[in-house]
C-alpha cells in the first residue's frame, strides 16, 4: 500500500546543482514517492522495520554467512601462518642464568705477602683492603684469602687452634670485618678458606679428646684414635700415627705433619662443630668458602692396611695405593651438607670451592660437583700442573679432560696458580703465559688469578726451610713499586725476601706500559666481561697439536673465535671452514702479541689466519639471523 503525503507549496528557488528523486502521481489525493539516494539506493528513507523484514530475505541471509565465513577463515588462516611461523622459524634461546661466581674473576692472595699496614713486616688484612681499588681496576671480582685463622705459633697455615678466630697477626677479626664491609662497598666478593680435616695439637678440643676417659665423652671421637695403628703413611713421611702421653696404648692419626690431628668427621658432633664454623662466618658476610684437603676427610672405617704399588720397592707415602686414606665416597656426603648449609642463607648466593687431590683423574674430581642426585660444591679446583713443554696437545688435553667429561649444568674452573704451585713464570715463557690466560679468560668457566701472576712473578731464588713452613719461594712480596722492599712494608725487615727484579718488574712501572703482561690482563678481564662470553655457548673448531680454538657465540650477539697457537713455530689455518658461523672476514679485537701484526682497522681474513710462535688472537662478527 502507498503512502500519502501533503505537498504544500514552499518557496524555494532551484539550482543547477540540485538532484531530484523521481514523483510518480497516482492521484489527486496522494501521491507514491520512489525514495533513492543519490547513488540509486532502493532502500534510502525506510524505517527500522521495513529494513528488518528486507534484511531477513534468504539472499541477504546468505550473503551475510557467506561474508562472515570469508572474514572467520582468513583470521584463523592468518592465526594458523603466525602459530607455524613460531613453531617452525629458529628461535633465539633464552640465556642460561649465571651467577656472580661464575661472572667473575676469583684473585687469590697469599696475605702475609700482600701487603703490610702496620710496619711490622708482615702482611694483614688491612694491607689488603688498602689496595682494594687497584684489585678492582683488575677486572676481579672475586677475593680469595689464604688461611688465616688462630694458630699455635708453629711455622705453618694449618696448625689451627681456633676455626672461628682469625689470628691476630693478620689483624684478627675486626680486620675481616673492615675488609669485608670496603670490599662489598666496591661490588667485590670475599671467600675465606675452610679446613675441616684438621686442628693444631694445641687446640683444646684436641686437648678435650685426650683427656676424654669414657667412651660416652662428647670429645672422646673427636680425632681417629685406636690401639692398633695401620701401615697407612703421612704425606710428609714417615707413619701415619702418632702415640698420645694422655691415652696409654692408643694412637690418633695424622695424614699430615704429627702436630696437625685429624679430625673424625664420623663423629656427629665433629659434624656439628664445622657446621658451626660455617654458620659463624656466614653471619659475618662472608661470601663463600674454600675447602682446603678436601679429598682426605675420611678414612676407612674398618682401619683396613692399604696395598703396596706394585713396583715399589720404598716404604714412603708414594710407594702406597691409597685407596682407604683418600678420596671416599663419604666425602661427597658432607658436601652436600655443607652446600645445604650454604645455600639456606637465602639474603645472596654462596659459593663452595674445594681442592681435590692434584692426582685424581678427571672423572673422580666430576664427582665434586654432586653424587647420587645431591648437590656438592659450586667449584672444583684443580691445580695447574704443566710441564715445561706444553704445546697444542698438552693444552688439548688440559681443556678437554674438563669439557669432555663436566656435567650438565655445572662449571669449570682455570687456575693459574696458588700458593702451593710454583709460580707461571718460573717454568714458562711470558707468551705462553699470555697464551693461557687468554684460554683461561675466554673459556666457559671461572678463571682463578694468583697474585702476582699479573706482573709475572717468578718464584724466589730460596730453598724452602721445609715442605711444610710458610717459606716458600711462590709466596715472595707482592712488588709494588721500585722502593726498597717493593713498597710492601715501609717498616722492618719483611717476614720474606722480595724478588730480585722488584726494581724494574713492578705493579706501578707495568701500569705505565700499555703492552705490559698487567695491561693486558684488564684487557682480557674487559673482554671477557661481554655477553658472549658470560653465557655464550662454546664450539671447539681447529684443535690440533699446534693450534687450540673455539667458538663462543649466541643469538642475537656478537660472536667470537678465539684461536691461540702454542707452537714455537708460526702456523695457518682456514678457521672459516671449521664452524659454519664463522665470517671469512672478521674484526681484529684482542692479541697477545707476537710476531703477526693485528690492525684493528683492517679485517682478518679467516680462510687464511697465521699466527706466530705462542700467539693468540680473538676476532668478532657481527650476529646473522639463522634462515629458514
Given at each position: 500500500?502507498?503512502?500519502?503525503?501533503?505537498?504544500?507549496?514552499l518557496?524555494y528557488?532551484?539550482?543547477?546543482?540540485?538532484?531530484?528523486d523521481?514523483?510518480?502521481?497516482?492521484s489527486?489525493?496522494?501521491?507514491?514517492?520512489?525514495?533513492?539516494?543519490?547513488n540509486?539506493?532502493?532502500?534510502r528513507?525506510?524505517?527500522?522495520?521495513?529494513?528488518?523484514?528486507?534484511?531477513?530475505?534468504?539472499?541477504?541471509?546468505?550473503?551475510?554467512?557467506?561474508?562472515i565465513?570469508?572474514?572467520l577463515?582468513?583470521?584463523?588462516?592468518?592465526?594458523?601462518?603466525?602459530?607455524a611461523?613460531?613453531?617452525?622459524?629458529?628461535?633465539?634461546?633464552?640465556?642460561?642464568?649465571?651467577?656472580?661466581?661464575?661472572?667473575?674473576?676469583?684473585?687469590?692472595?697469599?696475605?702475609?705477602s700482600?701487603?703490610?699496614?702496620?710496619?711490622?713486616?708482615e702482611?694483614?688484612?688491612?694491607?689488603?683492603?688498602?689496595?682494594?681499588?687497584?684489585?678492582?681496576?683488575?677486572?676481579?671480582?672475586?677475593?680469595?684469602?689464604?688461611?688465616?685463622y688462630?694458630?699455635?705459633?708453629?711455622?705453618?697455615?694449618?696448625?689451627?687452634?681456633?676455626?672461628?678466630?682469625?689470628?691476630?697477626?693478620?689483624?684478627?677479626?675486626?680486620?675481616?670485618?673492615?675488609?669485608?664491609t670496603?670490599?662489598h662497598?666496591?661490588?667485590?666478593k670475599v671467600?675465606?678458606?675452610?679446613?675441616?680435616?684438621?686442628?693444631?695439637?694445641?687446640?683444646?678440643?684436641?686437648?678435650w679428646?685426650?683427656?676424654?676417659?669414657?667412651?660416652?665423652?662428647?670429645?672422646?671421637?673427636?680425632?681417629?684414635?685406636?690401639?692398633?695403628?695401620?701401615n697407612?703413611?703421612?704425606m710428609?713421611?714417615?707413619?701415619?700415627?702418632?702415640?698420645s702421653?694422655?691415652?696409654?696404648?692408643?694412637?690418633?692419626?695424622?695424614?699430615?705433619?704429627?702436630?696437625?690431628?685429624?679430625?673424625?668427621?664420623?663423629?656427629?658432633?665433629?659434624?656439628e662443630?664445622?657446621?658451626?664454623?660455617?654458620?659463624?662466618?656466614?653471619?659475618?658476610?662472608?661470601?663463600?668458602?674454600?675447602?682446603?684437603?678436601?679429598?682426605?676427610?675420611?678414612?676407612?672405617?674398618?682401619?683396613?692396611?692399604?696395598?703396596?704399588?706394585?713396583?715399589?720397592?720404598?716404604?714412603?707415602?708414594?710407594?702406597?695405593?691409597?685407596?682407604?686414606?683418600?678420596?671416599?665416597?663419604?666425602?661427597?656426603?658432607?658436601?652436600?651438607?655443607w652446600?645445604?648449609?650454604?645455600?639456606?642463607?637465602?639474603d645472596?648466593?654462596?659459593?663452595?670451592?674445594?681442592?681435590?687431590?692434584?692426582?685424581?683423574?678427571?672423572?673422580?674430581?666430576?664427582?665434586?660437583?654432586?653424587?647420587?642426585?645431591?648437590?656438592?660444591?659450586?667449584?672444583?679446583?684443580?691445580?695447574?700442573?704443566?710441564?715445561?713443554?706444553?704445546?697444542?696437545?698438552?693444552?688439548?688435553e688440559?681443556?678437554?679432560?674438563?669439557?669432555?667429561?663436566?656435567?650438565?649444568?655445572?662449571?669449570?674452573?682455570?687456575?693459574?696458580?696458588?700458593?702451593?704451585t710454583?709460580?707461571?713464570a718460573?717454568?714458562?715463557?711470558?707468551?705462553f703465559?699470555?697464551?693461557?690466560?687468554m684460554?683461561?679468560?675466554?673459556?666457559?668457566?671461572?678463571?682463578?688469578?694468583?697474585?702476582?701472576?699479573e706482573?709475572?712473578?717468578?718464584?724466589?731464588?730460596?730453598?724452602?726451610?721445609?715442605?711444610?713452613?710458610?717459606?716458600q719461594?711462590?709466596?715472595?712480596?707482592m712488588?709494588?713499586?721500585?722502593?726498597?722492599?717493593?713498597?710492601?712494608?715501609?717498616?722492618?725487615?719483611?717476614?720474606?725476601?722480595?724478588?730480585?727484579?722488584?726494581?724494574?718488574?713492578?705493579?706501578?712501572?707495568?701500569?705505565?706500559?700499555?703492552?705490559?703482561?698487567?695491561?693486558?690482563?684488564?684487557?682480557?678481564?674487559?673482554?671477557?666481561?661481554?655477553?658472549?662470553?658470560?653465557?655464550?655457548?662454546?664450539?671447539?673448531?681447529?684443535?690440533?697439536?699446534?693450534?687450540?680454538?673455539?667458538?663462543?657465540?649466541?643469538?642475537?650477539k656478537?660472536?667470537y673465535?678465539?684461536?691461540?697457537?702454542?707452537?714455537?713455530?708460526?702456523?695457518?689455518r682456514d678457521?672459516?671452514?671449521?664452524?659454519?658461523?664463522?665470517?671469512?672476514?672478521?674484526?681484529?679485537?684482542l692479541?697477545?702479541?707476537?710476531?703477526?701484526?693485528f690492525?684493528?682497522?683492517?679485517?682478518?681474513?679467516?680462510?687464511?689466519?697465521?699466527?706466530?710462535?705462542?700467539?693468540?688472537?680473538v676476532?668478532?662478527?657481527d650476529?646473522?639471523a639463522?634462515?629458514?
Amino acid at each position: 500500500m502507498s503512502k500519502s503525503y501533503n505537498i504544500e507549496p514552499l518557496a524555494y528557488k532551484p539550482s543547477s546543482n540540485d538532484k531530484f528523486d523521481e514523483i510518480d502521481i497516482r492521484s489527486p489525493e496522494s501521491i507514491d514517492v520512489k525514495l533513492s539516494d543519490n547513488n540509486g539506493s532502493p532502500f534510502r528513507g525506510m524505517g527500522k522495520d521495513e529494513l528488518l523484514v528486507h534484511s531477513s530475505k534468504p539472499f541477504w541471509r546468505r550473503l551475510r554467512m557467506i561474508c562472515i565465513s570469508i572474514i572467520l577463515l582468513g583470521w584463523l588462516a592468518l592465526i594458523i601462518t603466525v602459530v607455524a611461523l613460531v613453531l617452525v622459524y629458529p628461535k633465539c634461546k633464552s640465556p642460561d642464568s649465571r651467577s656472580w661466581w661464575q661472572n667473575e674473576v676469583i684473585y687469590r692472595i697469599y696475605v702475609r705477602s700482600y701487603k703490610d699496614s702496620d710496619g711490622n713486616g708482615e702482611g694483614d688484612l688491612d694491607g689488603v683492603a688498602s689496595k682494594l681499588d687497584y684489585i678492582k681496576d683488575l677486572g676481579v671480582g672475586v677475593i680469595s684469602l689464604s688461611p688465616d685463622y688462630e694458630d699455635d705459633g708453629t711455622d705453618g697455615d694449618f696448625h689451627i687452634k681456633n676455626h672461628m678466630k682469625i689470628a691476630g697477626s693478620v689483624g684478627g677479626d675486626d680486620a675481616l670485618q673492615r675488609l669485608i664491609t670496603h670490599a662489598h662497598g666496591k661490588g667485590l666478593k670475599v671467600i675465606l678458606d675452610f679446613v675441616p680435616s684438621q686442628t693444631s695439637d694445641q687446640s683444646e678440643w684436641f686437648k678435650w679428646s685426650q683427656e676424654a676417659r669414657f667412651r660416652n665423652d662428647s670429645y672422646r671421637n673427636f680425632y681417629v684414635w685406636t690401639n692398633t695403628p695401620t701401615n697407612w703413611k703421612s704425606m710428609y713421611g714417615g707413619g701415619a700415627w702418632n702415640t698420645s702421653s694422655e691415652r696409654s696404648g692408643e694412637y690418633y692419626l695424622h695424614q699430615f705433619l704429627h702436630n696437625q690431628p685429624d679430625l673424625n668427621l664420623r663423629s656427629p658432633q665433629v659434624k656439628e662443630k664445622l657446621n658451626e664454623i660455617l654458620t659463624h662466618w656466614l653471619n659475618k658476610s662472608v661470601d663463600g668458602f674454600y675447602i682446603r684437603n678436601s679429598a682426605y676427610l675420611f678414612t676407612d672405617y674398618d682401619l683396613r692396611d692399604e696395598s703396596k704399588v706394585p713396583s715399589a720397592a720404598g716404604d714412603e707415602y708414594g710407594d702406597y695405593n691409597h685407596i682407604y686414606t683418600k678420596n671416599l665416597p663419604e666425602i661427597y656426603d658432607m658436601f652436600a651438607r655443607w652446600r645445604t648449609t650454604t645455600d639456606a642463607y637465602t639474603d645472596k648466593y654462596r659459593v663452595l670451592m674445594a681442592d681435590p687431590d692434584p692426582m685424581s683423574n678427571n672423572v673422580e674430581m666430576m664427582k665434586y660437583y654432586g653424587h647420587f642426585q645431591r648437590d656438592g660444591v659450586h667449584l672444583p679446583v684443580k691445580r695447574r700442573q704443566f710441564p715445561t713443554d706444553c704445546g697444542g696437545q698438552c693444552i688439548r688435553e688440559y681443556v678437554n679432560g674438563w669439557m669432555d667429561n663436566l656435567p650438565s649444568g655445572r662449571w669449570p674452573t682455570w687456575s693459574l696458580g696458588d700458593e702451593m704451585t710454583k709460580r707461571f713464570a718460573t717454568n714458562h715463557s711470558e707468551s705462553f703465559i699470555r697464551c693461557f690466560a687468554m684460554l683461561s679468560m675466554t673459556l666457559p668457566g671461572t678463571p682463578i688469578l694468583y697474585y702476582g701472576d699479573e706482573i709475572n712473578l717468578v718464584d724466589l731464588s730460596i730453598p724452602p726451610s721445609s715442605s711444610t713452613s710458610r717459606n716458600q719461594p711462590m709466596r715472595g712480596l707482592m712488588q709494588w713499586d721500585n722502593t726498597l722492599n717493593g713498597g710492601f712494608t715501609n717498616g722492618t725487615s719483611p717476614w720474606i725476601s722480595v724478588g730480585a727484579d722488584y726494581q724494574t718488574n713492578n705493579v706501578k712501572n707495568q701500569s705505565a706500559k700499555g703492552d705490559s703482561l698487567m695491561s693486558f690482563f684488564k684487557n682480557l678481564t674487559t673482554l671477557r666481561s661481554d655477553d658472549t662470553f658470560r653465557i655464550g655457548d662454546y664450539y671447539p673448531t681447529v684443535v690440533d697439536d699446534a693450534v687450540f680454538s673455539f667458538v663462543r657465540e649466541f643469538d642475537g650477539k656478537k660472536g667470537y673465535l678465539v684461536a691461540i697457537n702454542f707452537a714455537n713455530t708460526a702456523q695457518s689455518r682456514d678457521y672459516a671452514k671449521a664452524h659454519s658461523t664463522i665470517q671469512s672476514k672478521a674484526s681484529f679485537e684482542l692479541t697477545t702479541g707476537g710476531s703477526e701484526s693485528f690492525d684493528a682497522d683492517t679485517d682478518v681474513d679467516t680462510s687464511s689466519l697465521t699466527l706466530g710462535p705462542q700467539q693468540g688472537v680473538v676476532v668478532s662478527w657481527d650476529y646473522v639471523a639463522k634462515e629458514l
